[in-house]
């Protein structure tokens, strides 16, 4: 849920994201909605080209998972790394 000036700094500000993500690096505020409406993760899925039931999407907050999964997708409350291992590994994603 970030917006404009953000994205205008992403890469001063977390230099270490656009190695791992590329282009692929997202603002709520360019669909015109944010977490937890489920219409921010439909809209991102069908950017992506990837169908919402593929997408696995894990956030700490429990309402932003639980409106992932409303919108179709894998949707995960992060608490700690072994229970995300556990849930990618239940999505089908082990050895992630």
Same mark, same amino acid.
């Given at each position: 849920?970030?917006?404009?000036?953000?994205?205008?700094?992403?890469?001063?500000?977390?230099?270490?994201?656009?190695?791992?993500?590329?282009?692929?690096?997202? =603002?709520?505020?360019? =669909?015109?909605?944010?977490?937890?409406?489920? &219409? %921010? =993760?439909?809209?991102?899925? &069908?950017?992506?080209?990837?169908?919402?039931?593929?997408? =696995?999407?894990?956030?700490?907050?429990?309402?932003?998972?639980?409106?992932?999964?409303?919108?179709?997708? %894998?949707?995960?409350?992060?608490?700690?790394?072994?229970?995300?291992?556990? &849930?990618?590994?239940?999505?089908?994603?082990?050895? %992630?």
């Amino acid at each position: 849920n970030n917006g404009p000036l953000l994205e205008a700094t992403i890469d001063d500000a977390f230099p270490a994201l656009r190695p791992l993500f590329g282009e692929r690096i997202f =603002f709520s505020w360019s =669909f015109g909605t944010a977490k937890p409406d489920p &219409a %921010v =993760f439909t809209a991102l899925c &069908a950017r992506l080209g990837t169908a919402p039931a593929a997408t =696995f999407f894990t956030d700490d907050k429990a309402e932003n998972a639980a409106a992932a999964a409303r919108a179709g997708l %894998v949707g995960h409350t992060f608490t700690n790394a072994a229970g995300l291992r556990a &849930a990618l590994a239940d999505a089908g994603l082990p050895g %992630v």
